[in-house]
Nanobody, 124 residues
Framework: QVHLAESGGGRVQAGGSLRLSCSIV????????VGWFRQTPGMEREFVGR????????YVADSVKGRFTISRENAKNMMYLQMNDLAPQDTALYYC?????????????????WGQGTQVTVSS
């Protein structure tokens, strides 16, 4: 079993920054990638970005490219999402997920483990 926990959410004004953290603990031997997703009420969970378990490769959605950066700290089993130049449309509940198998996926159905989410609210 793998357990994930997000932290670092909060309220920020447009143009501000936040850094989200995700701790990943448990039996991570089969994990190939971890990713960030976000969800607003009534909408499907949206892919934000992912990073391979070894931290070698990252990919972010076009909607956040140039503003958000994903990184890993392997020794601490941590993943981060640095969010800069935040806008009101970035307001959402942000989740981290971990997957086994093929690492290159932005589909929520391919992720096996999820955290509880951390709320990010951006005011104009």
């Amino acid at each position: 079993q793998v357990h994930l926990a997000e932290s670092g959410g909060g309220r920020v004004q447009a143009g501000g920054s936040l850094r989200l953290s995700c701790s990943i603990v448990g039996n991570t031997a089969d994990i190939t990638a971890v990713g960030w997703f976000r969800q607003t009420p009534g909408m499907e969970r949206e892919f934000v970005g992912r990073i391979t378990w070894n931290g070698a490769h990252t990919y972010v959605a076009d909607s956040v490219k140039g503003r958000f950066t994903i990184s890993r700290e392997n020794a601490k089993n941590m993943m981060y999402l640095q969010m800069n130049d935040l806008a009101p449309q970035d307001t959402a509940l942000y989740y981290c997920g971990a997957k086994r198998g093929i690492s290159s996926s932005e589909n929520t159905k391919h992720y096996d483990y999820w955290g509880q989410g951390t709320q990010v609210t951006v005011s104009s």
